[in-house]
């Protein structure tokens, strides 16, 4: 550097350059997180339960007027049963090439499965074709009531995290 000024932007590009492409970015994501909901046939108050997230959270999330955290990224994951790069995959791909993999998935999802359904169906193959492993002998995992806080003697509705409102709050400070 002859000048012996630095450059403005060390990483080329102006600061304005790099904020829009992250909001296009935000906005890739809420979009995808928005169909990946619809195509599962979720409600936006059943996508936030299984998140631990409020419904008003889970509306800006899919506008992209919030940026999510991570852990708000792996919950999101797991509400919409997605890989975390699945969730960032710009248009959807089909994880097996298989036809029959396809129509398999079409089924569970023309009749709205239920997990359970899923996991009874997947017992009843292994049963079927005697397939043996941690999936056959494990069961269906345990799901907490997605509606009440998580804390002991708690009953209160959820706010966040599987946390009602004072719980929510009071973990929240403490963390600070």
Do not use: W
Not at 35 to 48: C, S, V
């Amino acid at each position: 550097m002859a000048s012996g000024k630095l450059p403005a932007q060390p990483f080329g590009g102006s600061a304005d350059g790099r904020r829009n492409h992250a909001a296009d970015e935000l906005a890739a994501l809420a979009r995808r997180i928005r169909a990946l909901r619809e195509q599962r046939g979720m409600t936006q108050e059943l996508f936030a339960n299984r998140c631990g997230i409020s419904v008003s959270f889970a509306s800006l999330l899919e506008r992209g007027e919030r940026s999510p955290s991570y852990e708000t990224l792996v919950e999101v994951a797991q509400a919409l049963e997605v890989s975390m790069p699945e969730l960032f995959r710009e248009s959807p791909v089909a994880p097996y090439d298989d036809p029959y993999f396809a129509k398999l998935v079409d089924f569970a999802r023309k009749g709205r499965i239920s997990h359970a359904q899923v996991d009874r169906l997947i017992a009843v193959g292994h049963a079927m074709f005697g397939l043996a492993g941690k999936e056959a002998s494990a069961g269906p995992p345990a799901r907490r009531d997605e509606s009440t806080c998580t804390q002991p003697g708690c009953n209160r509705p959820v706010l966040a995290k599987g946390l009602c409102a004072s719980h929510y709050h009071r973990a929240r400070r403490a963390r600070l």
